[in-house]
T-cell receptor, first 112, second 111 residues
Framework: EAGVAQSPRYKIIEKRQSVAFWCNPISGHATLYWYQQILGQGPKLLIQFQNNGVVDDSQLPKDRFSAERLKGVDSTLKIQPAKLEDSAVYLCASSLGAVEQFFGPGTRLTVL | QKEVEQDPGPLSVPEGAIVSLNCTYSNSAFQYFMWYRQYSRKGPELLMYTYSSGNKEDGRFTAQVDKSSKYISLFIRDSQPSDSATYLC???????????FGPGTRLSVLP
């Protein structure tokens, strides 16, 4: 069974630039999550999708972050404009049920 | 007070030692308790989850939950160098959503 795929794996941008991350979840998983993991911290949930719909985006900084999940499969997370404090690993996860989440390898973002 | 707290370590033990990793939490609504392992530059992977208070064993790993004290533990027996990783506890809210992760404890098992 293929795991959660993410791209790119690494990205370096200047502050105020835009960046987008892509996630392809495990086939058949209805729930998709985006997390932000700052160095030395645990993952922080940014947004949770159930199929096409948003279940929880209470911690998504909506003035600069946006996410979509078209057709209930792939998802993209965008940051526009980026700030220095956005430097982190962005993790995508998917799940069938409410408990076990399968994580992708993450995208490591550096904002200079 | 943070919702979920862990000692960040690093924790260094010799191979074969018993390791105890702990989390405390403040939200009494948490019902599920999970332990994830995260190797360097990888995504977290689920090790174990428990629902109720008490112990749950899986091979060399034992998860323990004490809801009255809002305290959970993960024990690793006969630790191996391959267990060297960061261990994260995680809890969803009472709707199975909004997972909250602890900051993680970095473990090194020395051969």
């Amino acid at each position: 069974e293929a795991g959660v795929a993410q791209s790119p794996r690494y990205k370096i941008i200047e502050k105020r630039q835009s960046v987008a991350f892509w996630c392809n979840p495990i086939s058949g998983h209805a729930t998709l999550y985006w997390y932000q993991q700052i160095l030395g911290q645990g993952p922080k949930l940014l947004i949770q999708f159930q199929n096409n719909g948003v279940v929880d985006d209470s911690q998504l900084p909506k003035d600069r972050f946006s996410a979509e999940r078209l057709k209930g499969v792939d998802s993209t997370l965008k940051i526009q404009p980026a700030k220095l404090e956005d430097s982190a690993v962005y993790l995508c996860a998917s799940s069938l049920g409410a408990v076990e989440q399968f994580f992708g390898p993450g995208t490591r973002l550096t904002v200079l | 007070q943070k919702e979920v707290e862990q000692d960040p370590g690093p924790l260094s033990v010799p191979e074969g030692a018993i390791v105890s990793l702990n989390c405390t939490y403040s939200n009494s609504a948490f019902q599920y308790f999970m332990w994830y392992r995260q190797y360097s530059r990888k995504g977290p992977e689920l090790l174990m989850y428990t629902y109720s208070s008490g112990n749950k064993e899986d091979g060399r790993f034992t998860a323990q939950v004490d809801k009255s004290s809002k305290y959970i533990s993960l024990f690793i027996r006969d630790s191996q160098p391959s267990d060297s990783a960061t261990y994260l506890c995680a809890m969803p809210d009472n709707y199975g959503q909004n997972f909250v992760f602890g900051p993680g404890t970095r473990l090194s098992v020395l051969p």
